[in-house]
Each structure stands twice: as C-alpha cells, then as structure tokens.
C-alpha cells in the first residue's frame, strides 16, 4: 500500500510563495506518475500539476507560468514550487498517484491572504 504525505502549506500573502512537498512511501518511487490536486470547500477537486516517469510535466492554465512541479528520485519526494501566489490558490492541496493502483494523500492546506 503506497502512503502519501504532503507538507509545506500555510498561510502566506498575496504575491509570496510556498514549496509543498509530496513523499511517498511503499513503492518503487522512480516508476511512479504523481500530480498535485487542490479543493476549495464545497467544490471540486482540481487538477493542479502532473510529472511522469520521464519528468515531462502539465499544469492547469491557471497555475500555468507560476507554479513548478518537480521531483527528486532519491529523497523519494515530488514538490510544487508555488509563486506569485494569489487568494484564489487557497484550497487544500492533495498528492495524488495516478498508476500502481492510485492513491492519494491527506492534504495540506495552503491559505492566500490580500
């Protein structure tokens, strides 16, 4: 069973960034497709970011030119760098593995004050 765990968020002002990071435990991590999702209360959770095995990466148009997704094989951990960051990016942010069955962790949240 693949475990999933973010950290990095909190509160932070428009225009200023935050790194989350994802690590993920119990599985052979360079094989793994992972992405970054975000929900608002009472909507749905959006696709944020993705990054393959190969490292190609695809982000949402609206995060699009702020927010990098990377990873590091060998500390077994992705992350997302998030700049210029704006009240509408306040959500929770979940990690998300899409292949070895899928998994996804609890979230970490990520406050934007103007």
């Known amino acids: 069973q693949v475990q999933l765990v973010e950290s990095g968020g909190g509160l932070v002002q428009a225009g200023g960034s935050l790194r989350l990071s994802c690590r993920a435990l119990?599985?052979?991590?360079?094989?793994?497709?992972l992405a970054w999702y975000r929900q608002v209360p009472g909507q749905q959770r959006e696709f944020v970011a993705q990054?393959?095995?190969?490292?190609?990466?695809e982000y949402a148009d609206v995060v699009k030119d702020r927010f990098t997704i990377s990873r590091d094989n060998a500390k077994h951990v992705m992350y997302l760098q998030m700049n210029a960051l704006k009240p509408e990016d306040t959500a929770v942010y979940y990690c998300?593995?899409?292949?070895?069955?899928?998994?996804w962790g609890r979230g970490t949240q990520v406050t934007v004050s103007s």
């Open positions: 998300r593995l899409t292949n070895f069955g899928g998994s």
């Open positions: 119990g599985t052979s991590f360079k094989f793994t497709r």
């Open positions: 990054i393959g095995v190969d490292e190609s990466t």
